[in-house]
């Protein structure tokens, strides 16, 4: 039974929106209005209509289809392709403190806030109010707003120090912050970047040489999309050639 | 400080051993031993060395580290690049119950109980009694047991009905137990597979048209490792080519 | 100094054409007509103007650029990444009799022309008559069509038999032309067959394994283009996923 | 009917030698000699015995397998993923002049003379004697030294101006040659570059910059390889991940 507070997705095999449930709210499509409250009680696969009497059936909203789908993108978003394999790399588990910046869209911050929940939390710094805005609110339809913390403000500012547990940084020159990320991060603590450009990447890996860094690695993560037709199976003709290179590396 | 039960690595730069500590154990290695009691206390970094004389510095050892470096392996494992992905494509969380068959070497098994822990759980099903107790070892190796209920059973055998909230199976010849499984999944759940040969695939999309699935999806994940140097940066020469194809539907 | 005969391009920026040059010949764009004799005995990098005054550079036109841009597509072409590996595969060079059959476009034709010329000769056979009249034209412009015979007819009629010191087929079933062709080939020849689904390829290799074919092999090669840019090297976003599987294999 | 002077492949299933056929020369093996009067005038699939009895089946010898298998590798080679596709981007066609530095063990220099043959030539420049008479007795093997012209000499050195038609360059720091090369080429002449890291091809960029070089491109090629079985067809486990980038340009 779906209860309010609960994020879900409705479609009526066109149009899909993504909506965390409040009693007495309503969402207006181009299809005529549909009242939370028509939902809140009902189980997933059943149907609701718009005041126009339009159906939308009522489907779980997994936080893969709220990061490719639902979420509002000002910026670039990290892909789930990306955003799993920096959680499991990290190593984020429950009751870990994760720097993060910045926050981008929010799409990595709420998959690495599922992996640290609940008693786990990510601090998140971001300089640019717009990014910060839109960020929560993609952080809120994900209902992961309660392990993050937000801060506007810059890496170049204090942070706490021996801190950490990991950290993730995805910033246009993260050369400039790498004295002041490593202080604040816990002996063992992982640490990843993710940067576009291969000029990028040498530029950190000089830097980070200057700190007691050990076990740097440099990877790129590939995902292929197949037609699934059983008798005919084979590629899509097109696929995402490059979202970034991930840096990752562990402070000694 | 690092506490009693807690999964540690230990290097002298060549070797490297991963235990979970536990009061008044010794660990043998073939330069001598370690008592874990000296351990125990101490911070990472810190030096321990074995009766022999011979030091090893005490690491933190991350999951990623544990499954690549630390667990024993009597099967192919899955590797981080795609049980990392597929946590995040069936959506796990803290609280949900995870249907897996079958349990491999348990590499699996630990990402995705991280993933679900602390109040979730996976409910693994393995016919083979070997690879189930390897997996066992190895999932206590990671600390994971709490999160783990283990069934030395076929998936031909019954499942509870409407119970999972997601699933992941890795066996020969999934095509059999599709009703079976279909059946054991919430609405809404997402299900996944991993299947080395196309053929495979192809029969397994063939299978999944008979039930109410949608959103099938076929995708193949490649890691590309990059070496570390500033002034010299490329690709590894050799990479892992395969692993598998991995698809992911969900139950309407 | 550019000759009659010679295919050239011509381009004002924004478009492209390319035109084997003959006397008298007027090429109509919409910014105008241009008349063959202006580009006759003139340089590349030379300038010609339209009867409206717009102006084309004359440049070189290389065989990858009249197969990329200049060439009419009825049909899927065979990329450079793939017919140049198919030549150097099957072995192609000066003198070889080579079996083709469809024609598609023209683009692999053209290719393998070019790498068996001036005394070897593409027999190619195709059933669709109108994909045989673009490819032809295609072929022209290419300027190789004293390189290749062309036989408006089906793999299943009869092929002068021991004659061919290789093949290439590119049919959507090339499992039903087996036999006639291993007949038509001489021993030690090369075969290639271009395919783009997985379960293409595990019928024919089915059927090539009834025959007396060693070396047996099935490759796929992707292309992965980056950004020119000095200080912001990265790849391209998005590339070409899958153009189709090549299998080659050889008579003993 | 084989002829004196062919290159022909032995093999007794386990090793495999390459031989051009003089008469009255004798083949040393570890399983016996073999007369190369004992070949020729065979058919390829005919089988020749060693004087201690030991049978070779004669096979034909493609480019590609001498190549791959055939030639001495003082250095790293140029795979034909990368070869065939340099030809094919360079244009080069029967006739062809074109400039090629270092000569590395001769298998681009073999693919590129196939392609320029019979009255085209490939000028050769390399500095390091012994990488030159190795690659000499390789392009010997293949059959291919008449389309060679071999200089033992550096890219510093002068050039003949205006005089080649393409031009493919594998040494380690080509931007000290740009205006040498440059100015060696023909007007729409393309020029090739093969460079194995990120930071050497940032670096040529900026150089080509300082000319007018136009169509600028640097691409990749990756080749996967599958296990040609038909009913567990699947990608090799493992590939070759990197040989190099490819830069491709032309003078304007």
Redo the contacts between chains.
Sequence with gaps: MIREGETVQLTNGKNRFFIRLKRDEILGTHRGNINHNDIIGK???YKVKTHLGEEFVI??A????IIMYGIKRKTQIIY??D???I?????L??GYRVLESGIGSGGLTI?MA??V??SGKIYSYERNETHLKIAIDNIKLANMESYVEFFHQDLEESLPENFFDAGFIDVREPWHYVENIYNSLK????LGFLL????Q???L??EL?KFNFYQ???????????????????????????TG?L?FTKK?
Tied chains: 1, 2, 3, 4.
Excluded: C, W
């Design positions: 189980n997933f696969g489907l779980k997994s936080l893969y289809e789930p392709k955003s799993a394999y959680t499991v790399k990290l190593g588990t429950d998959v599922n992996a929940k609940p002996i063992g603590a992982s576009p450009t291969t000029n990447v040498s530029r890996l000089e040489q740097t690695e440099v990877v790129e993560i590939l995902l292929r999309h197949y037609k699934p037709v059983p008798d005919r199976l084979r590629p899509e003709d097109r696929m995402i050639a490059h290179y840096i000694l």
